[in-house]
């Protein structure tokens, strides 16, 4: 039982790390910084990398809320292959690792020690409608908007904030929303 829980920490590494999507040679930058209560409210997921954690999600949402700490609570609610099936939801804890806000360590389990991911945004347009985040690692990467469509011009933003951090678009796939 000792040996079970020693592996938990990497076992559950495993599960959510997976191949690199980005060029890590090529410089990830992020943006200068971040209104967190402009940023906080629902997302909406336009386009993904395949995440083992997201395996057949459709109307994929992301809620952030400040709490009177300062840290943010991340609601990702996901809807299991239909749009029509029942919502299932996983609540983690985030932190900011710097000033500008825009560097996050988000962790859905905060009992197990270095299970903390890295959440950086990479773009945002001036009216926070549109986000771009990454990982570091190029493990994962996100488009997420304030409505669950967007124009074409708003997801080409995303796609070339994107690229710029390296990220190969051959595997990004679109996440079905609701009006899609």
Do not use: H
Not at 91 to 110: G, H, I, Q, R, Y
Not at 137 to 157: F, K, M
């Amino acid at each position: 039982m000792n040996r079970l829980l020693l592996m938990l920490p990497l076992l559950l590494a495993g599960c959510v790390s997976g191949p690199a999507f980005r060029d890590n040679s090529v410089e990830i930058e992020t943006v200068e910084q971040i209104d967190l209560n402009r940023y906080q409210g629902l997302w909406y997921e336009i386009a993904r990398f395949p995440v083992s954690f997201e395996e057949g999600c459709v109307g994929v949402t992301a809620e952030y809320t400040i709490l009177p700490d300062d840290t943010v609570r991340v609601v990702n609610t996901c809807r299991e292959g239909s749009l029509d099936a029942p919502p299932r939801s996983s609540t983690a804890s985030a932190e900011t690792v710097d000033a500008s806000n825009a560097k996050l360590k988000v962790d859905f389990v905060p009992y197990v020690p270095f299970t903390a991911g890295d959440y950086w945004i990479l773009d945002i347009d001036e009216g926070y409608r549109t986000v771009v985040v990454g990982t570091p690692d190029g493990t994962a990467g996100w488009v997420l908007a304030r409505e669950p469509q967007i124009s074409q011009a708003r997801l080409q933003r995303g796609y070339d904030a994107l690229q710029r951090a390296g990220y190969d678009l051959s595997q990004i796939t679109l996440t079905p929303q609701p009006g899609g």
